[in-house]
């Protein structure tokens, strides 16, 4: 290849010293492995990268959806444009039908570009053994979410004279 041994060495040497995930920024996934809860240092923007590799696991590997569906929901899902593909991820496979790229874009509405499941498709290169990673992170940030809003809500609660429950479940 035209390299001496030196330059060969420090090549593959740069190309294998860090444990890096494909298509996720370095400084995400330094964020990913250095802490036991992520989900509480990740950004908003952060978040949807994560949500977006899981969604290209998911379309190139569908023996791991049903993992996936026994964990989250839609509403998990902090960005529109990704809860409405694991939407449509989730519909594809309760129907037993095949999931990928072609499949999920065909049943996008109208506002979302097919574009967007070619790029998750062509960009994320994710190894699959991160998808347990991915999953808790994007459960964890909907519950923290989820808390968010009672918390704001919480006058709404305590003077309405509705039952507890039914404000919570709601």
């Not at 899981?54 to 569908?62: C, E, T």
């Not at 999953?135 to 519950?143: G, L, T």
């Amino acid at each position: 290849i035209g390299l001496d041994v030196n330059e060969f060495e420090e090549t593959m040497r740069k190309a294998f010293s860090k444990p890096r995930t494909s298509s996720i920024p370095d400084d995400v996934q330094d964020k990913i492995n250095s802490s036991r809860h992520p989900a509480t240092i990740l950004t908003d923007r952060e978040t949807q990268l994560v949500e977006e590799a899981l969604l290209s696991i998911l379309i190139k590997k569908n023996i791991l959806i049903p993992y996936a569906l026994d964990f989250l929901q839609p509403s998990d899902f902090f960005d529109s444009t990704n809860r409405e593909i694991f939407k449509i991820i989730r519909s594809l496979a309760d129907d037993e039908l095949r999931v990928d790229s072609v499949t999920v874009a065909d049943k996008l509405p109208e506002n979302i570009s097919d574009d967007i499941i070619h790029k998750f498709v062509a960009e994320y290169d994710i190894d699959p053994a991160g998808m347990e990673t991915y999953v808790s992170i994007i459960k964890e940030k909907s519950a923290f979410r989820k808390l968010k809003n009672l918390f704001s809500r919480s006058d709404e609660i305590l003077y309405s004279g509705s039952p507890l429950l039914d404000i919570v479940n709601n």
